[in-house]
């Protein structure tokens, strides 16, 4: 089912401020999410710069960019183009270095600050869908439940290596997000929300790649389709914020186990690797 933020929003106009950079994070999300698969070809040039309503300058930059950070290779020829390169474990690696440069004390004001855009977001969006009958937030709300069944269901048979799509439940629920605060029909409300997602580098699609999580997240998700169609406001509200602290916590612990890893220090001494004063670092 298709909605405005769905694939087809990949390539959508950009805002004349920094074009560059956000054609750069557009692409590498949908890359990251395997929105875009490997091999798979992009538009051309002129074709790519007449989607976004940039210039053909803004997109060969945007492509150079997306070649020094690997994600992207050109070839030369008749069948030659610009195509797509995603590596699973490297995907997520470079997240986790992006997770590892943040402080936890950065962490929870990202927590304090999301919580409380969705908090009055999924308000109003009970609200408004109940008297305009919107059904983008529902469809969106299924699709992510569609692919964290499924991921969950490939969990036995390739626990150890990630798949293409381990980040993918990340995309739809970025969306899902988009949608509720699209739904307060506040211009101002989803500015908000796109410019902290960007701040946060997408890190809580890092998650996804915990299966017991993403088995848990599926019930919970459930739960809120189950309160839109009947209209519960206050448990929907509850279970759009349960996976969003959930995560931050997560993101929070993973993180100090990828500090731990990498001094050496091992788990052991996880649960005590933020001191006070480690806590802003």
Request: charged residues 20%; negative net charge.
């Given at each position: 089912?298709s ?29 990251e ?5 490997n091999g798979?070809?992009l ?10 309503a ?6 060969r ?12 290779t050109?070839?030369r ?19 986790e270095?992006?997770l ?13 600050y ?8 999924a308000q ?6 109940a ?7 529902l ?6 439940i ?34 509720i ?20 580098h997408?890190l ?30 206050k448990s ?11 995560g931050?916590?997560?993101?929070i612990?993973r993180r100090i ?6 001094s050496?220090?091992?788990h052991?001494?996880a ?11």
């Amino acid at each position: 089912m298709s909605t405005p933020f769905g694939r087809m929003s990949i390539f959508r106009p950009v805002a004349e401020t920094t074009k560059t950079d956000l054609i750069v994070d557009r692409l590498t999300r949908a890359i990251e999410s395997g929105i875009l698969k490997n091999g798979e070809k992009l538009p051309g040039e002129a074709h790519m710069a007449h989607l976004f309503a940039v210039s053909p300058i803004t997109a060969r930059e945007a492509l150079e960019q997306l070649r020094t950070d690997g994600l992207v290779t050109t070839r030369r020829g008749r069948d030659g183009g610009s195509f797509v390169v995603s590596d699973p474990a490297g995907n997520i690696s470079r997240l986790e270095r992006s997770l590892l440069h943040m402080s936890t004390m950065e962490l929870r004001d990202y927590q304090t600050y999301y919580t409380t855009l969705m908090f009055r977001s999924a308000q109003l969006a009970m609200h408004n869908i109940a008297h305009d009958g919107r059904n983008n937030l529902l469809d969106t709300l299924r699709t992510l439940i569609a692919d964290l069944s499924s991921d969950s269901a490939s969990a036995h048979t390739d626990a150890d290596q990630p798949g293409d799509t381990a980040l993918s439940p990340g995309y739809h629920e970025m969306q899902l997000h988009l949608e509720i605060a699209a739904a307060t029909q506040s211009p101002s409300t989803v500015n908000a929300l796109l410019e902290l997602q960007n701040k946060l580098h997408h890190l809580l699609w890092l998650r996804f790649t915990d299966r017991n999580l993403a088995s848990t997240l599926v019930g919970i998700y459930r739960q809120a389709e189950h309160d839109l169609i009947q209209r519960n406001p206050k448990s929907f509200k509850e279970h759009i914020l349960t996976p969003i602290n959930e995560g931050f916590a997560w993101l929070i612990s993973r993180r100090i186990a990828l500090r731990c890893a990498e001094s050496g220090t091992g788990h052991r001494n996880a649960a005590h690797a933020d001191t006070p004063e480690q806590v802003a670092h």
